[in-house]
């Protein structure tokens, strides 16, 4: 698999240099996804810009790849403009996926990802400190 990687606080972005995710790529795919997690990578973000397509293992792989990140509560999101790509990748009915067209609006997406993540939290923190917010004393 051809890719280039950047590493931030926050995320990890691949910027896959292959026209289509078959062979030995998404074997590779995956094994990369360990590596990134392993790390403490929970947000990953694939600029899939020159795929024009996604063989069934393929599928697999971004399908295990968002479980994991999911179960991380991460996010993954795949960045392509190639609305053929779009709509195939919406038919194989992968639960929460994020496909965005740019990769700016894919790291916002992460941010907003870690934000929600953030309020949830302390909005757990809260009730299990046993607050009452929200209830009228009357």
Request: aromatic share 6%.
């Amino acid at each position: 698999m051809t890719y280039t990687i950047e590493k931030n606080e926050q995320y990890a972005l691949i910027r896959l240099a292959e026209s289509a995710i078959e062979g030995e790529v998404p074997q590779d795919f995956e094994a990369l996804s360990r590596v990134l997690f392993r790390e403490g990578y929970s947000n990953i973000i694939v600029d899939m810009e020159p795929v024009l397509s996604v063989d069934p293992a393929g599928v697999s792989t971004i399908r295990k790849i968002n479980r994991q990140c999911t179960n991380e509560v991460g996010l993954l999101v795949l960045v392509t403009q190639n609305d053929d790509l779009i709509e195939f990748l919406d038919t194989a009915h992968i639960s929460d996926l994020t496909i965005l067209p740019t990769v700016e609006e894919a790291i916002d997406a992460v941010f907003m990802n870690e934000l929600e993540n953030d309020f949830r939290s302390e909005s757990d923190d809260e009730y299990d400190a046993g607050g009452s917010i929200g209830r009228d004393e009357a």
